[in-house]
Nanobody, 114 residues
Framework: QVQLVESGGGLVQPGGSLTLSCVAS????????MAWYRQIPEQERVVVAM???????GYSDSVRGRFTVSRDNAKSAVYLQMNNLRPEDTAVYLC????????WGQGTQVTVST
């Protein structure tokens, strides 16, 4: 059964940090590019970070220099270290393969607020 489970979100003050995790099951994780998306209500999901099977990564302009994506193929997991968080980072964060998408997980809510 294909499953993506995101975790690690929460409420954090501006300037704070969070680390998100996404654990995959039922897929050939090690051969896939994985991406972190974020979604605000009534808007489309937007890719914020991407990492290929060899560890090469890329970021959207809005998060570059503040977020770091990593992966552990042995654990079928991808992570997103988020530093210097801003109120505009508030969203539901989800992971998926941007090339061969599978069923979406529930995502994890990140709220940046005082």
């Amino acid at each position: 059964q294909v499953q993506l489970v995101e975790s690690g979100g929460g409420l954090v003050q501006p300037g704070g940090s969070l680390t998100l995790s996404c654990v995959a099951s039922g897929i050939d994780f090690g051969s896939r590019t994985m991406a972190w998306y974020r979604q605000i209500p009534e808007q489309e999901r937007v890719v914020v970070a991407m990492i290929n099977k060899d560890g090469g990564s890329g970021y959207s302009d809005s998060v570059r220099g503040r977020f770091t994506v990593s992966r552990d193929n042995a654990k079928s997991a991808v992570y997103l270290q988020m530093n210097n968080l801003r109120p505009e980072d508030t969203a539901v964060y989800l992971c998926n393969d941007p090339v061969r998408p599978v069923a979406w997980g529930q995502g994890t809510q990140v709220t940046v607020s005082t």
